[in-house]
């Protein structure tokens, strides 16, 4: 833990290095307690600042450091103090505005349904491993619903493990190329 100051929180800012500063003013006769926090790196980056009661979850906003700057005075001058605080990282949503490129959509992937033919005729080749699968996933071809979850089957329509209703689900979801309903 560290107890930053602002003049301190310069001098690490000038060197691109990371910091936090804490402030809290907690005030018996008036029952107040909440605290301020700065998280950064460099004196040309953004700041993230949180604030609340002490003990709860804070809100958070993105700020330039000139700013980050004059809101340390302006806390100071409202009685709040410097307090010990670990470095805290910056929040991951933030952190994602800071460096993220705009999204880019994908084209949509067309993914060829079998023919109730080839549903029912079983494959005469031996088993075919799904290099997209990772192990021992990589063997499934049909999922057939029961009570419950799924049976697993290979390419020869041969049961391969019993799979529960939420992890059929999720192979569906996340291997819906490969992977298909047997009715």
């Known amino acids: 833990m560290a107890r930053l100051t602002l003049g301190q929180v310069r001098d690490i800012a000038k060197r691109r290095r990371p910091w936090t500063i804490r402030l809290e003013c907690v005030d018996l006769s008036t029952n107040t307690s909440k605290f301020w926090f700065a998280t950064g790196r460099a004196m040309d980056e953004m700041v993230e600042c949180g604030w609340g009661r002490i003990g709860s979850k804070p809100q958070l906003k993105l700020i330039p450091y000139h700013t980050?700057?004059?809101?340390?005075?302006?806390?100071?001058?409202?009685?709040?103090?410097?307090?010990?605080?670990?470095?805290?990282?910056?929040?991951?949503?933030?952190?994602?505005?800071?460096?993220?490129?705009?999204?880019?959509?994908?084209?949509?992937?067309?993914?060829p349904q079998p023919t109730p033919a080839a549903l029912s005729t079983p494959t005469t080749s031996a088993q075919v491993v799904n290099p997209s699968l990772p192990m021992p996933f990589n063997l499934i071809r049909w999922l057939k619903p029961k009570k419950n979850g799924f049976t697993a089957l290979d390419t020869n329509e041969q049961a391969l493990l019993d799979v529960p209703l939420a992890g059929g689900k999720s192979l569906l979801r996340d291997f819906s190329n490969t992977i298909h309903i047997l009715a």
């Open 68 to 111: 980050f700057d004059d809101k340390v005075d302006e806390k100071l001058a409202k009685g709040y103090d410097y307090a010990n605080t670990p470095y805290v990282r910056m929040s991951p949503g933030n952190l994602a505005k800071l460096t993220a490129t705009p999204p880019q959509t994908p084209a949509p992937q067309v993914t």
